[in-house]
């Protein structure tokens, strides 16, 4: 999936998280494998903190005159 997504010129979060059926998850769906538990909060922790980052610079170059950033082919000027 990681190579998918930079194939796209995405950014994918430096480290993946699997899971197993059986073994993480309870007849009811919920998380039983604590590792996995602990995996997937960090997960949400980065994207919350890596999403803000990138916004946050995004928004920046978009009202900089700076021409070769990504988000310079989004500026709409007057």
């Not at 903190?49 to 700076?66: A, D, M, P, T, V």
């Amino acid at each position: 999936m990681r190579t998918a997504v930079r194939q796209c010129y995405g950014w994918s979060i430096p480290y993946g998280v699997s899971i197993n059926g059986d073994q993480d998850f309870d007849a009811n769906g919920d998380i039983r494998n604590l590792r996995l538990a602990q995996r997937l909060e960090m997960l949400a922790c980065d994207l919350v903190i890596y999403g803000k980052l990138i916004i946050e610079q995004f928004n920046r170059e978009l009202i900089s005159s700076e021409s070769n950033t990504f988000a310079a082919h989004y500026r709409v000027w007057p």
